[in-house]
């Protein structure tokens, strides 16, 4: 893995919502077909990291690149075509279109994204309910939905915000069950979590964001021996 | 023959005229809807837009022959290109700020526009003759009616729906519903948002230009054509519901018709009618009859 090129760089990433400074110098590396966590306490940075990757935040300075491009010119619409998923954490399901309108909404980025039938094979649920109105699926069926959408786009580097938070225990196994699966066909993953046990069996790498900052980063197989020290970063 | 006491002849010939204003109310309450429901701006320049149509249409054909035929392509495309440069050059600066300086800014416009025809056309009506194909009128023999008012109601349904039909069923309609729902996860998407709120806001006015274009050979044009008839388009988008397309269409010619049916049986009460409905609708569902609550 060591090996493979970055799909991600982000350096002295400092991000503003407002007045509101909410990153002061994040750093973090991907490479292609890794899948990263970055874990940490409510309000530490991690979502705002994503969006001020993607450029969603009002302001943000240092340096971004995404498959060696620099992105930090770019408007969101262009990062996205890149090859960037976004699954946020409010899901953003749209109520004004059914579940398979919302799965055909986003446009197709690059060529490789899955076909609705391999989407559909991957979450039986949403097959029984596609049509339904997006907003009246279940808790983790809308989660499904949020995940199942951008694998059609031909995104290779699929940003999870938050994906397991609020769902029942069965339904968590399940995604983690679906990001196993996506990392065997490939796909590079960052995955924003507070649930550490959920993160830990599948990330390659952690890094643990405090107060806009990244204050630890480890691999997956040093995990078990900082386990008590992590555990007390993120309060658990 | 009578129709609760009125004949025949004048209650039909009052519910094709409700029916003809109804299509105009329906094209601009839509293009209103449009440009709420995806920009979040009350467009009080709708008005000196669907006269700027009609204006246009009159300069076409009297200084260039253009036929009525061809303004009705040309003209929606010069105003909807005309409404590119208004929402680059000027709305997306207001979009982040409360909505009132929209209305201001678009007030504003409306006057300039007006001004500036009144100032080199007068205020004085100018005839637009009705394109040969539809001069005349259908005898259906209890009426006379006009052919080009067919035309009218004909056209502006079309159009309308296939508005509606756009915005609805396709996929580039998809993408404005989701830019319009949550602009943000749209664009992270890869959505180029912000070109679909031009041309949105293009559209919109286009289909008061087109609207203008068919007024053009009905009513007299003349700079202050808009100025009346905005207030009452806004009070059917509210009847309707603000930013609601299906509501828009249906309640813009549903309240033409009412407009029609009272001007036949209280002529005194035709031109508040609809402001009376306003009041009612207000009073009863906020959000309008076609208006999500």
Redesign the interface.
């Known amino acids: 893995m060591t090996s493979s090129p970055l799909a991600l760089e982000v350096k002295h990433l400092q991000a503003w919502y407002g007045e509101s400074h909410v990153l002061h110098g994040i750093d973090i590396e991907v490479r292609q077909g890794e899948c990263v966590s970055l874990l940490g306490r409510n309000g530490a940075g991690r979502t705002s990291t994503l969006r001020a990757i993607?450029g969603?935040t009002s302001q943000r300075s240092g340096e971004v690149r995404i498959h060696g491009r620099d992105v930090m010119s770019l408007?969101?619409?262009?990062i996205?075509?890149l090859g960037?998923g976004?699954c946020?954490e409010e899901r953003?399901i749209?109520?004004?279109?059914s579940c398979e309108?919302n799965l055909?909404?986003?446009?197709v980025?690059k060529p490789g994204g899955m076909s609705l039938d391999e989407i559909y094979d991957l979450f039986p649920n949403l097959k029984e309910r596609r049509k339904s109105q997006g907003t009246r699926l279940s808790g983790g069926e809308q989660q499904m939905l949020a995940m199942a959408r951008?694998l059609r786009?031909g995104a290779d580097i699929l940003f999870l915000d938050e994906i397991s938070e609020g769902l029942a225990p069965v339904i968590v196994e399940k995604l983690g069950q679906v990001i196993e699966a996506l990392k065997q066909r490939g796909y590079t993953i960052v995955l924003v979590e507070q649930n550490f046990e959920f993160a830990a069996d599948l990330a390659d790498r952690l890094y643990v964001i405090e107060h806009g900052e990244v204050v630890s980063h480890l691999p997956a197989a040093e995990i078990a021996s900082q386990q008590a020290a992590l555990k007390e970063l993120l309060g658990i | 023959m009578e129709l609760f006491g009125l004949p025949l002849p004048v209650v039909m010939g009052q519910i094709v005229v409700g029916l003809v204003n109804g299509s105009f109310y329906a094209i601009l309450s839509l293009g209103l809807a449009v440009i709420f429901g995806m920009l979040n701006i009350v467009n009080f320049v709708h008005g000196a837009i669907y006269m700027l149509g009609a204006l246009l249409a009159w300069l076409l054909l009297t200084k260039l022959g253009v036929s009525y035929w061809w303004s009705l392509l040309i003209v929606p495309l010069l105003i909807g290109a005309f409404g590119c440069v208004l929402e680059r050059t000027m709305l997306r600066r207001l979009y982040q700020i409360d909505h009132v300086f929209g209305i201001l800014l678009t007030l504003g416009l409306a006057y300039i526009i007006e001004g500036l025809a009144r100032y080199w056309f007068g205020a004085a009506g100018m005839s637009f003759d009705a394109p040969e194909a539809f001069s005349g009128a259908y005898n259906l023999g209890f009426m006379r009616l006009p052919k080009y008012r067919v035309w009218v109601i004909v056209a502006s349904l079309v159009v309308c729906f296939a508005t509606w039909a756009m915005i609805e069923k396709t996929?580039l309609g998809?993408?404005l519903?989701?830019s319009t729902?949550?602009p943000?996860?749209a664009?992270?998407?890869?959505?180029?948002?912000?070109v679909l709120v031009t041309l949105t806001y293009g559209l919109g006015v286009a289909l008061a230009g087109f609207a203008g274009v068919l007024a053009a050979p009905i009513y007299q044009v003349s700079p202050i054509m808009g100025h009346s008839l905005i207030i009452v388009v806004f009070a059917i988008v509210v009847i309707g519901g603000m930013g609601s397309i299906l509501g828009s269409i249906i309640t813009g010619l549903f309240l033409g018709l009412v407009e029609g049916l009272t001007r036949a049986y209280w002529p005194e009460a035709s031109t508040v009618v609809i402001f009376v409905v306003m009041i009612l609708v207000l009073i009863l569902r906020p959000s309008g009859l076609f208006g999500k609550e």
């Open positions: 993607l969603l408007p969101t619409h262009q996205a075509r960037v976004y946020p953003a749209y109520a004004s279109l309108e055909l909404l986003p446009p980025l951008i786009t | 996929k998809a993408y519903r989701a729902e949550n943000a996860i664009r992270s998407f890869g959505i180029n948002v912000s």
